[in-house]
């Protein structure tokens, strides 16, 4: 086997996993205590891809210390007693930005894939119809919007989040078409998309969809605000900073409520977290649980979750993994930027790191590799010889 030929298969397989996750993920039920059906699919391309390596007798700086830090939180998971669940889930989704991104011999055509990837979105959008005629059961049913009664329409899965996110490289698809002068086809998509994401009445959705609608007039002051906070460690000082405030804050003013209680957890967390050891502010407690003691907050409504990326990032790896994290997070968004052949090209890339950004106030995108992966797809898709030299009109 060449090593043209191989990473050929691996550019197929991670596209290929791509595809699935939409139909995959509507197995989330089916799973037992080892293995959970909906995440079988993200196990091919690392095997493939440390079989290739294997063979190719290859590796990167970058793979030697992503499994040296892996090596390393085996360790401290190890003596913490952790979750070792949220140790696969997070380096998981990782492994193609220090694998598939390197590689040059990407030929996968983007019109053909997101054409097989908007076929299969037709089956979750098919359950949200049938969900809106209540011909299919609700899973979140939590809150309600003003078309239903009994839930949100989530397209077959848990929560709406899922659905949202996978129609989000769909949604990057019609601003691609409006590029390529394909006007009709990039409108109706664009009204497809935002009709699917206001039915599911996910707030956070709605304010990216409409964000980058309208961040596609103004791409160049969209691409200035990214860079200024990737290329000043934003995400490193806002994180740390705002975590470390709000313990603060609850030892002066107690729970303070807002976000949908989400800032009574953020403050409860983070109250915990910084009363510990120096070890495990330094590394992390390896698991998302507060003690007994919290329990008399009632507004605390989890102790087991942070509902934030950041925030888990640090409890669950501690201030020196977050860095690393957030280290590896800024010099893949410079390189991308670097690279950017056009402003399309750009475009798009800021505007799955907007997504990333926003959904990460509330959510924990690093933790699930179907949302991680579909958010980040069209960075791989930027990739494609068939991008370099057009010109956008945003």
């Not at 915990?272 to 919290?294: A, C, H, M, R, W």
Request: net charge positive; charged share 10%; glycine share 6%.
């Amino acid at each position: 086997m060449t090593k043209s030929l191989g990473q050929s298969i691996l550019t197929f397989v991670f596209f290929l996993t791509i595809l699935t996750i939409p139909v995959a993920s509507l197995f989330w039920s089916r799973s037992n205590e080892f293995i959970h059906i909906n995440r079988v699919v993200f196990i091919f391309y690392p095997v493939i891809t440390v079989v290739y390596l294997i063979y190719f007798r290859e590796t990167t700086k970058h793979l030697f210390i992503y499994f040296l830090v892996i090596a390393f939180y085996c360790l401290i998971f190890h003596i913490n007693q952790g979750e070792y669940d949220s140790l696969v889930r997070f380096f998981v989704p990782i492994f193609p930005f220090l694998t598939l991104y390197s590689l040059k011999n990407l030929d996968t055509k983007i019109d053909a894939f997101l054409t097989i990837y908007l076929i299969t979105l037709l089956l979750p959008l098919s359950i949200s119809i049938l969900q809106l005629c209540q011909l299919y059961p609700f899973y979140d049913t939590g809150e309600s919007f003003w078309l239903v009664d009994e839930g949100r329409i989530s397209g077959g899965y848990l929560k709406p989040n899922n659905l949202v996110a996978y129609f989000f490289p769909a949604y990057l698809y019609a601003f691609y078409l409006l590029d390529k002068k394909e006007t009709k086809k990039g409108i109706a998509l664009i009204l497809i998309c935002l009709l699917v994401v206001f039915t599911t009445y996910l707030r956070t959705g709605m304010l990216i969809y409409c964000l980058l609608l309208l961040s596609y007039f103004y791409s160049s002051h969209l691409d200035r605000l990214i860079h200024f906070y990737y290329r000043n460690y934003g995400p490193l000082v806002v994180g740390i900073a705002t975590f470390f405030l709000l313990g603060i804050a609850f030892h002066k003013f107690g729970i303070l409520h807002g976000l949908r209680d989400r800032l009574p957890m953020w403050q409860a967390h983070s109250a915990y977290f910084f009363n510990g050891e120096v070890g495990t502010i330094l590394f992390g407690l390896s698991q998302i649980k507060l003690p007994d003691y919290f329990h008399q907050f009632l507004a605390v409504l989890s102790y087991t979750e942070a509902h934030n990326n950041t925030y888990r990032i640090i409890i669950t790896f501690g201030i020196v993994g977050f860095t690393i994290y957030c280290l590896w997070m800024r010099q893949i968004y410079l390189s991308l930027r670097e690279e950017s052949q056009s402003p399309l090209h750009r475009f798009l890339t800021n505007s799955c790191f907007v997504y990333f950004i926003v959904y990460s106030t509330t959510n924990e995108p690093s933790f699930y590799a179907s949302i991680f992966l579909t958010i980040f797809a069209w960075v791989f898709l930027v990739k494609q010889q068939t991008m370099k030299g057009q010109t956008f009109r945003g």
